[in-house]
Nanobody, 121 residues
Framework: QVQLVESGGGLVQAGGSLRLSCVAS????????MGWYRQAPGKQRDLVAA???????RYVESVTGRFTISRDNAKNAVYLQMNSLKPEDTAVYFCYADVAPHSDYRYFDWYGQGTQVTVSS
């Protein structure tokens, strides 16, 4: 019903930058929050950043000042600009969106397939 497709991951040296993109498509009647989780090997999936439909943002402390989340409501897209990357940022990054797929406007969380970000030291 709803698909989230990420792009923009890759391999970068410490101190470098990457920009992740995610576009939601399918049956969409509304989107509340959008954001990004990440999961490193052997660790749980943690929220990195999120943005409301009105543009309010929140970040995990470890990325504050280095990462910037933004969204384009017209395109059902969310972005994550990652600067000053560190080896500890290495993880699979998953896009998520709180989407109403039907006209009853019940919202559910949907996730992308993930994109690998690897930061070398």
């Amino acid at each position: 019903q709803v698909q989230l497709v990420e792009s923009g991951g890759g391999l970068v040296q410490a101190g470098g930058s990457l920009r992740l993109s995610c576009v939601a498509s399918g049956s969409i009647f509304g989107i509340n929050d959008m954001g990004w989780y990440r999961q490193a090997p052997g660790k749980q999936r943690d929220l990195v950043a999120a943005v409301t439909s009105g543009g309010s943002t929140r970040y995990v402390e470890s990325v504050t000042g280095r990462f910037t989340i933004s969204r384009d409501n017209a395109k059902n897209a969310v972005y994550l600009q990652m600067n000053s990357l560190k080896p500890e940022d290495t993880a699979v990054y998953f896009c998520y969106a709180d989407v109403a797929p039907h006209s009853d406007y019940r919202y559910f969380d949907w996730y992308g397939q993930g994109t690998q970000v690897t930061v070398s030291s």
